[in-house]
Every structure is written in C-alpha cells, then in structure tokens.
C-alpha cells in the first residue's frame, strides 16, 4: 500500500462546478499538506499549504485536512477551464526541509 | 513570491554525451534542493536530495555515477546526466525549499531531456 493515494482520475466537469479533491494517507506522522496544480509539461505550482488539521481558503480554493481520518481535501469553486490541469498532494511530517511524499496526481478537466 | 529558475527548459542531446540542468533560487537562499523526474502521465519520482556544501543523498535506485548533483552556493543546484542513453529521456524538475520558512517548497518549470 501507497503511502499516499490519490485517484488518478481522470475527473471532467462542467464549467462552474464544484470540484473534490481527495488524498488519504497511512503515516500518521504527516503534518504538513499540500496541493500543487500542475499544467503539461510545467513544473509544479504550490496552491495551498496547511498545517495539522483544519480548514484554510484561499480565493476559490479551499483545503481540509482531518487528521483523524487521515483525509485531505482541495474543493474549487466556480470551476474554470483555467483550472484544467494535474492536483497533486503531497505531505511531510516535520517542519524543515524534508522530503515530500506525492500522491499520484489527478487529473482535471474543466469544460466550457 | 519564491522563485525558481530552472534552465534549460528542453535538451536533445546524442547518447553518450552529458547534460547539465541548472536549478536556482531567485529571490531566496534554499539550503535543500530536490531532483525530480517525471514519466508521462506519472506523478513525481525523488531522484535525490541536494544540500548547500555536502554530498546529495540519493534514493534507491538511483544511480549517483550517472547522475551528479552539486549544490555549491544557497541559490544553485546543479544535475549533470552523465552519458546520456535514450533511457535517460524524460522530464526533470528540481524543487527548492526556502531556508526562511521551509514550507511548501517552490519547483522550477522542468527540463525536458531527449536523448537520440
């Protein structure tokens, strides 16, 4: 077993709707959580990033994290063609620099 | 925001030749470096991890000789592939975490590496 899943997808939506993301975890030592969006043959872009457990929004993007069940989240909303593209979580579970462990990205397309 | 620059953005090389990708931290010092490589359709594989004035730490599997990381000042890291085989082609992207916060880490736009 991963220590990360994440549907690969791929997920399509209309335009306007609202998107879940999800990745579940089996190190309960993960602290830190993260989202990249990633476009084709681009680098990573980081989206959010939370610490332990809780809800943080950023715009039209929302993470959760809930530690007890080992869950994270990223919602969209008002979803845009724009958002086309690869989710990836990743985590870590101490604050400096360590590697992240990545879930196997899902991708997302948004239709006009 | 962080920024990393990474350089060049695509290569073709012959087999047998060596590649060297450049990665640096703009506006920022990143005592860690990571290395990635991408496969198509694939999600990230951690080549190894790059630390300013020592020797990187590299993940099973993968094979030092052939790739040589060196992170000789707190804004560059370097990925030389050595004789490069058509194997060897893929996307590769380096990631810098900042030495002031350390939090999600900030990636550069990738290299994509063909070897005829």
């Known amino acids: 077993q991963k220590e990360v899943e994440q549907d690969p997808g791929p997920l399509s939506v209309p335009e306007g709707a609202i998107v879940s993301l999800n990745c579940t975890y089996s190190?309960?030592?993960?602290?830190?959580f993260m989202w990249y969006r990633q476009y084709s043959r681009k680098g990573p872009e980081l989206l959010m990033y939370?610490?332990?457990?809780g809800n943080k929004e950023d715009g039209r993007f929302t993470a959760q994290v809930d530690k007890s069940s080992k869950y994270i989240s990223l919602f969209i909303r008002d979803s845009q063609p724009s958002d086309s593209a690869t989710y990836l979580c990743?985590?870590?579970?101490?604050?400096?620099?360590?590697?992240?462990?990545f879930g196997q990205g899902t991708r997302l397309t948004i239709n006009p | 925001g962080a920024v990393v620059s990474q350089h060049p953005s695509w290569v073709i090389c012959k087999s047998g030749t060596s590649v060297k990708i450049e990665c640096r931290s703009l506006?920022?010092?990143?005592?860690?470096m990571f290395w990635y490589r991408q496969f198509p359709k694939q999600s990230l594989m951690l080549m190894a991890t790059?630390?300013?004035?020592?020797?990187?730490?590299?993940e099973q599997g993968v094979e030092k000789d052939k790739f040589l990381i060196n992170h000789a000042s707190l804004t560059l890291s370097t990925l030389t592939v050595t004789s490069a085989h058509p194997e060897d082609s893929s996307f590769y992207i380096c990631?810098?975490?900042?030495?002031?916060?350390?939090?999600?880490?900030?990636f550069g736009s990738g290299t994509r590496l063909t070897v005829v």
């Open positions: 939370t610490y332990s457990s």
């Open positions: 990743a985590m870590k579970s101490i604050q400096g620099a360590q590697k992240l462990v």
């Open positions: 506006d920022f010092q990143a005592t860690t």
């Open positions: 990631s810098a975490a900042d030495r002031a916060t350390s939090h999600g880490y900030t």
């Open positions: 190190n309960s030592a993960f602290q830190y």
């Open positions: 790059s630390n300013e004035g020592s020797k990187a730490t590299y």
